[in-house]
């Protein structure tokens, strides 16, 4: 007779089904989780493989910050320009080229208020671009923002080397706008050359050694400096050869592409290039601000994206290959 109450033995029998369908439950929620996370694991390793036979370029625009760089033109005339705001706009444009193709581009400088190209530069300089070292540093020296970017450059190209990224496949491209005599126009590309590189970088300051890319000691040795002398020359002709294909101008008084520039009568080279480790590295001096021509082309947006597109099109060409592809090895 059914009396409403479980005997004892169908109490224990109840719990030790829920107990077993507990268990299956946890087993299976673990097993899905572990294929989840083998997943994700296996989805990483991809992305880094892949990251491996790409072409990465270190994109560094120039000054910014407390630091304008140079200026030319004026107010009244409409043809005021400042150097940092006018390379950080290409910079921009250059990156978006880049990674429609698939390359992966690690800029130096970030400005939150601009994440996209302009139509029309600012005639009034601003102060709000940020150096991405870590933390990030509001430029308000020029000497420092120099030291920080060698810094920065060097750490990218060593955590990409950690990666297995082969050397060859790591560009560096600092963007600049000139201040030379008036009569003089058109780009001009810098190179390391050799011997007036420095055996080693080393800075003590707090204000350094307080960013994670902060390293004590860097060196170079005179084979690695001849054998980026070359590589570095070889790109900077690239890049002349394919700003004229754009038809845009190249400096003509003398060589376009150099490897020092004259400060106080004495040759010399940019820190950013005669501290970098990464094998390609070039300066390129868009233009000369001081030239009323130079300057009235770069207010225009449709000659800073030739500008971006010559330069684009040169890293390409550099790897001896057309537009869309990337290096591989």
Known sequence: ???????????????????????????????????????????????????????????????????????????????????DEVVYDVSQRISRLLKKQGVIVHPTLVDPNQKTPVRYLSHRH???????VTPR??????????????????????????????????????????????????VMVY????????????????IYRRIKEYSSK????????????????????????????????THRVASAVRGYLYRKGKKTLPAVLRYSKVPTSVLVEIANLNNRRDRRDLLKSKIRQRI???ISNSVYAHFGRSSGLVAQR
Do not use: C, W
Not at 191 to 206: G, Q
Not at 224 to 249: A, Q, Y
């Open 1 to 83: 007779m059914f009396s409403g109450k479980s005997s004892s033995a169908e109490i224990n029998s109840k719990k030790k089904k829920k107990k077993t369908s507990k268990n299956i439950v946890t087993k299976k929620k673990t097993k899905h989780n572990k294929t989840k996370h083998d997943r994700l694991a296996k989805k990483s390793k991809t992305s880094r493989k892949n990251s491996v036979h790409k072409i990465h370029v270190i994109l560094d625009s120039g000054h910014g910050g407390g630091d304008p760089g140079a200026s030319g033109g004026s107010r009244k005339n409409k043809d005021l320009i400042y150097e």
């Open 126 to 132: 601003d102060n709000d671009e940020q150096l991405l």
């Open 137 to 186: 540093y509001s430029t308000r020296n020029s000497r420092i923002g120099v030291n920080m970017r060698v810094y920065l450059v060097n750490h990218i190209y060593k955590e990409l080397r950690k990666q297995k990224v082969p050397s060859e496949n790591i560009l560096f491209i600092s963007l600049h706008g000139d201040s030379l005599h008036t009569s003089l126009s058109g």
């Open 191 to 206: 190179y390391p050359d050799h011997r007036l590189r420095r055996s080693s970088f080393r800075l003590k300051n707090k």
């Open 218 to 249: 860097l060196t170079f040795q005179t084979k690695d400096n001849l054998h980026s002398e070359k590589l570095s020359k070889s790109f900077g002709k690239v890049i002349i050869d394919e700003f004229r294909k754009t038809k845009l101008r």
């Open 308 to 310: 971006a597109n010559a």
